[in-house]
């Protein structure tokens, strides 16, 4: 057997798992045991009975454990900040992870429904995201316009518009 096909073979995997997400990519490729750090996207969320849990961000499955220090609310959407050590598995085991409560994004308004009550719900860049009468809105709402939305994120995952930047 030619060791050099193995190698190449080899890398060529190593490669191709970076590139489809399931290893970490990271600035230098951590080993087993090591200490990381990962900002990014809470995509899904799973919870156990036993108080454990798994989450996703961008791409990397993180486990919880009742160890786990967690500030914020975890939520689908929102944004974390996580500390942890990589397993034999790939995964990450979270020491700590940091939610931030609230997010801002920019985009094209897809959608929009306006409710006689004041309330109502808007999409951009296929987030939800709900209007309360405390919302502040500054600018006229209307589909295609581009808004500056400063929101919070519910445990649902759902995003609530703290305000609305429309731009003329």
Known sequence: MNVTRVVRALAIAVL?????????AFASEPEVGDEVNLD???????????????ILIDGHKVLINLDTEIRGRLAVGAMAEVR???????????LKIVVEDEVELEGTI??????????????????????????????RLAIGAMAEVKAIVHGDGLLLALKIVVED
């Open 84 to 94: 942890a050590i990589v397993q034999g598995d790939g995964s990450l085991l979270a």
């Open 16 to 24: 191709l798992a970076v590139v489809l997400g399931s290893v970490p």
């Open 110 to 139: 897809e959608k929009l429904v306006l409710y006689p009550d004041g309330t109502g719900k808007i999409v951009i860049d296929g987030r939800k995201i709900l209007i309360n009468l405390d919302t502040e809105i500054r600018g």
């Open 40 to 54: 990014g996207t809470i995509e899904k969320l799973v919870l156990y009975p036993d108080g454990t849990a798994k």
